[in-house]
Structures are given as structure tokens and as C-alpha cells.
């Protein structure tokens, strides 16, 4: 058919930068609407990213493409659409949002003034259409990762070289299920899955205090526990309002 391609350069990449071609078409046809055409590639290899290319004067009607090896097949994978992330600077709230064929996710995210906390919730329109492990480890040395279910919490603490000591938890608060496995939160069946993220050390800019001050964990553990007892769309109302009262006390009419 007229809108049927004929002619494409598959490539592959590691960087999205400098591409290598791997298989290369001109003057293809297909048998009929609805047929498949399979190229086999001489040389393959393994890539980060893929590009194909389509070369057509007029538009062209593709119906799908599938990427196949030895016990792979890209038609069984989930397809990624409308992916989207944004910064909304006059409301301080980060947002990606993104669609499979199990339905829409969206991501929000923003750091709390007023609860002292990074607040960060998960939504899918599929009721309980997500499944996920979280993990918390630490970067340092002798702070073993704790994570407790019955509580909905996932934390470490511990004291470096210099004697500095540092605490971090996060809260989780879902409608799905909350299991531990192997020292992470394991969280089915889920709708909507929210965290709240606390971390602190004992630093203090103070010379006469030895440079150490309040202890981070009962700290850490106190601003949680308060902030947990809130709504998350409230947590999420009042940052708005603190953002916005700072973003929007000047406008200009163009």
C-alpha cells in the first residue's frame, strides 16, 4: 500500500548520543495490510537505547514493531505512554505522569515547610494496580536499614568516623498491603501509596557545642509522628499556600 514504509535505519546507543547502525532498509514492501516483515540483524548488540528511522515522502501507517531475541519479545513487556514531568514553580509541586496498558500513574512530590518533610504520593486510576518494594539504605558505614510493617516505616541511623550522627525514616501510608522482605517494605495491591521522608545529624553551628547538638533520631521520630497525623492533601493545600503567598507577590502585564 501506498503508506506502507520502504525505507528505515534501525540504530542502537548507550548515551543517546552516538549511534550505531544495525540494520538498514530501502526499497521494502510488504505482502499485504496486516502482514508482518521480520529482519533479522547481522551484527547484534546489546544498547541502552534504540532508534528507528523512517525515510517517506508522504505519511506512512505502521501497526506495531517488536523487538525479538532468544527468550525476549518486547510484545510481552509493558508500553510506557505519555510520560510527562513538571516542575510548577508558582505551586513548588513536582508531578511525572506516565501510562501502560494497566492504567495511569501519577507522581507527586514536594518538600513541606510546615511539616518539615519531603512528601511524596503515588496514584493510579486501576484500583490496585500497583506493586512495589521500597527500599532505604544508607551511603554509611554500621546503619543498618530497619523496616518495620506493622508500623509502615523503613528507617536507618548511625554515627560516622567523626562522631557525627545522622537518622533518616520514611512513613508509608497506603490502602494496599505492607509486608518486610529482606530488610525493605514490600507494598501490593496498592491504589495510592504515600511517603513521608525525614532525615537529620546532630550537626550544630555552634563552636562552644563541640559542633554537635540535638540527637537526629527522636527528632526524626517526633516530626514523622506529627506530621503522619495529618492528611496528605492538606500537607499538600498548605504548601501551596505557603509557595504560592512567596511566588506570586509580584505579576507583570505584558
Same mark, same amino acid.
Given at each position: 500500500?501506498?503508506?506502507?514504509?520502504?525505507?528505515?535505519?534501525?540504530?542502537?546507543?548507550?548515551?543517546?548520543?552516538?549511534?550505531?547502525?544495525?540494520?538498514?532498509?530501502?526499497? !521494502?514492501?510488504?505482502?499485504?495490510?496486516?502482514?508482518?516483515?521480520?529482519?533479522?540483524?547481522?551484527?547484534?548488540?546489546?544498547?541502552?537505547?534504540?532508534?528507528?528511522?523512517?525515510?517517506?515522502?508522504?505519511?506512512?501507517?505502521?501497526?506495531?514493531?517488536?523487538?525479538?531475541?532468544?527468550?525476549?519479545?518486547?510484545?510481552?513487556?509493558?508500553?510506557?505512554?505519555?510520560?510527562?514531568? !513538571?516542575?510548577?514553580?508558582?505551586?513548588?509541586?513536582?508531578?511525572?505522569?506516565?501510562?501502560?496498558?494497566?492504567?495511569?500513574?501519577?507522581?507527586?512530590?514536594?518538600?513541606?515547610?510546615? !511539616?518539615?518533610?519531603?512528601?511524596?504520593?503515588?496514584?493510579?486510576?486501576?484500583?490496585?494496580?500497583?506493586?512495589?518494594?521500597?527500599?532505604?539504605?544508607?551511603?554509611?558505614?554500621?546503619?543498618?536499614?530497619?523496616?518495620?510493617?506493622?508500623?509502615?516505616?523503613?528507617?536507618?541511623?548511625?554515627?560516622?568516623?567523626?562522631?557525627?550522627?545522622?537518622?533518616?525514616?520514611?512513613?508509608?501510608?497506603?490502602?494496599?498491603?505492607?509486608?518486610?522482605?529482606?530488610?525493605?517494605?514490600?507494598?501490593?495491591?496498592?491504589?495510592?501509596?504515600?511517603?513521608?521522608?525525614?532525615?537529620?545529624?546532630?550537626?550544630?553551628?555552634?563552636?562552644?557545642?563541640?559542633?554537635?547538638?540535638?540527637?537526629?533520631?527522636?527528632?526524626?521520630?517526633?516530626?514523622?509522628?506529627?506530621?503522619?497525623?495529618?492528611?496528605?492533601?492538606?500537607?499538600?493545600?498548605?504548601?501551596?499556600?505557603?509557595?504560592?503567598?512567596?511566588?506570586?507577590?509580584?505579576?507583570?502585564?505584558?
Amino acid at each position: 500500500a501506498a503508506k506502507d514504509p520502504s525505507a528505515w535505519t534501525f540504530s542502537g546507543s548507550n548515551d543517546a548520543l552516538t549511534w550505531t547502525e544495525l540494520d538498514t532498509a530501502s526499497g !521494502a514492501s510488504f505482502p499485504g495490510r496486516g502482514a508482518e516483515l521480520v529482519r533479522n540483524l547481522g551484527s547484534p548488540a546489546q544498547f541502552a537505547y534504540y532508534r528507528l528511522t523512517f525515510e517517506a515522502d508522504a505519511g506512512i501507517e505502521v501497526g506495531g514493531i517488536a523487538l525479538l531475541a532468544p527468550g525476549y519479545s518486547t510484545r510481552s513487556q509493558s508500553i510506557v505512554v505519555d510520560y510527562r514531568r !513538571a516542575l510548577d514553580l508558582p505551586t513548588g509541586v513536582h508531578t511525572t505522569h506516565f501510562a501502560t496498558s494497566n492504567g495511569t500513574v501519577l507522581r507527586e512530590s514536594f518538600a513541606s515547610r510546615d !511539616a518539615d518533610v519531603i512528601a511524596l504520593r503515588y496514584t493510579t486510576d486501576r484500583p490496585g494496580g500497583m506493586t512495589t518494594t521500597l527500599r532505604f539504605t544508607s551511603a554509611q558505614d554500621n546503619a543498618p536499614t530497619v523496616a518495620d510493617a506493622a508500623k509502615g516505616r523503613i528507617s536507618f541511623a548511625g554515627t560516622m568516623a567523626n562522631k557525627l550522627s545522622h537518622a533518616a525514616a520514611i512513613d508509608v501510608d497506603t490502602d494496599g498491603t505492607i509486608t518486610e522482605s529482606g530488610g525493605a517494605l514490600v507494598i501490593t495491591g496498592a491504589t495510592r501509596i504515600a511517603l513521608l521522608l525525614d532525615a537529620r545529624t546532630d550537626y550544630k553551628l555552634s563552636a562552644a557545642d563541640g559542633w554537635r547538638g540535638e540527637a537526629p533520631k527522636p527528632r526524626v521520630e517526633t516530626t514523622l509522628q506529627a506530621a503522619s497525623a495529618v492528611d496528605f492533601a492538606k500537607l499538600r493545600s498548605d504548601h501551596i499556600a505557603r509557595v504560592g503567598s512567596i511566588m506570586n507577590r509580584v505579576s507583570v502585564d505584558w
